[in-house]
């Protein structure tokens, strides 16, 4: 290799390490844990847990009562992620954890919420929508960001 194709390689890597510092933003790898409609926790909850003992308090305040085993997490690498919608008068009601993004000093997490339709039929009971994520540990701030609807055509 000559000292023209070195230097044209090394030019090429500094751009490329240059873009991707400029965006400064880093994509977090999401496992969903659980998802659904029926949570015991009836209160909108958004937060981060990094602890064993504090997702065991948060599961047992969801699952009341019910059989579903805990998913396992590794808090050694992993943290779980938890939105919840609180009660709901009816079905039709969603919340999906849809992005997790390391932003500077802060840990941008994307919430999509949905609500039914006025004219749409729904089941008419109370409901409490809920999602729990596990994503590679981190010490950012967490800051939950609501999902922009995707615009209809």
Not at 91 to 101: D, L, N, S
Not at 120 to 130: E, V, Y
Request: proline content about 5%; charged content about 25%.
């Amino acid at each position: 290799m000559n000292a023209i194709q070195t230097v044209g390689i090394g030019l090429a890597l500094a751009c490329l390490l240059n873009c991707v510092t400029v965006t400064g933003a880093q994509t977090y790898a999401i496992r969903s844990l659980k998802k659904g409609t029926f949570s015991g926790i009836r209160e909108v909850k958004q937060e981060v847990v990094k602890s064993a003992d504090a997702w065991e308090k948060l599961w047992k305040q969801h699952s009341t009562g019910s059989s579903d085993k805990i998913p396992a997490v590794d808090f050694s690498k992993e943290m779980v992620v938890v939105a919840t919608l609180g009660t709901k008068r009816t079905g039709g009601y969603t919340i999906e954890i849809e992005g997790v993004e390391a932003k500077g000093k802060t840990l941008n997490i994307s919430v999509k919420k949905t609500s039914p339709p006025p004219d749409a039929m729904t089941i008419q009971a109370l409901t409490a929508p809920f999602h729990f994520v596990a994503v590679p540990k981190s010490d950012l701030k967490p800051e939950f960001l609501e999902a922009k609807p995707a615009e209809k055509k």
